[in-house]
């Protein structure tokens, strides 16, 4: 069965225990994960490494995007980094490179016959996923009508989900914190596990959810309010 996984954030052991839960229930699952494996949580580069020894097939998330985006500038011209950038950088220590090959290879979206997987969702009023802005595909929570104006997370109408009919099921993660309920056919996966949340798995053949609880909060901003709690 296919099993989508939210945004992990680093958080590698609630990952590993997803892992073992799934693998409990399906002997031969077939794993993706909606993105943002890296950034903001206690432990980047062993998720990032789980995620590639177990084959779970994901999508770049904003991220990832960031990520490849900042090892450029680090190749090219290392003085523009900030000085934050380079800590967030050194998280990787010497595997920077290999995490960087890796994620390089991950696409904006996966589709398949009767889903298609986004990180963050897609652009209203585009009808192919080829077309759409990959800035609204990483980075989309509400839609303003532009991409300069995705981030007014207190509309709920303008909920991209609300604004797009799609004749698949859209998988997506990447909105933790006060996401209004998505109508029928979207599924979205990020329940904040590196705010203290949960960790969650979607199973698409049976239409049900796993979620395993995070250790602690590993990330103080935006903790999710009990309302967009993992049911
Ligand atoms: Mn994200």
Not at 13 to 38: H, N, Q, Y
Not at 107 to 122: K, M, Q, S, T, W
Request: aromatic share 10%; hydrophobic share 40%; glycine share 10%.
């Amino acid at each position: 069965m296919r099993w989508f996984i939210g945004d992990v954030h680093g958080c590698r052991e609630e990952l590993e225990e997803m892992l073992e839960r799934i693998s409990r229930e399906d002997s031969a699952p077939e794993l993706f994960s909606t993105g943002d494996v890296v950034g903001k949580g206690p432990d980047v580069p062993g998720a990032l490494a789980l995620v590639e020894r177990e084959g779970i097939r994901a999508v770049l998330g904003n991220h990832e995007a960031w990520l490849l985006r900042k090892a450029e500038i680090l190749r090219n011209a290392p003085s523009e980094l900030e000085e934050k950038q380079r800590r967030d950088l050194a998280v990787y220590g010497d595997g920077l490179g290999r995490a960087v090959e890796f994620v390089r290879s991950w696409p904006l979206y996966r589709e398949f016959p009767d889903i298609d997987l986004v990180h963050a969702g897609l652009e209203p009023g585009v009808d192919s996923l080829a077309e759409m802005n990959p800035a609204c595909l990483l980075a989309i929570r509400t839609w303003g009508g532009s991409v300069e104006r995705m981030w007014e997370i207190d509309a709920p109408e303008k909920a991209w989900f609300n604004l797009v009919r799609w004749p698949k099921k859209v998988v997506f993660g990447h909105w933790a914190y006060r996401m209004p309920e998505p109508p029928p056919g979207f599924v979205g996966l990020d329940t904040g596990c590196v705010y203290g949340g949960a960790l969650t798995a979607w199973c698409a053949e049976e239409d049900r959810r796993i979620s395993v609880p995070a250790r602690r909060d590993y990330a103080e901003k935006h903790a999710p309010k009990p309302t967009s709690a993992p049911r």
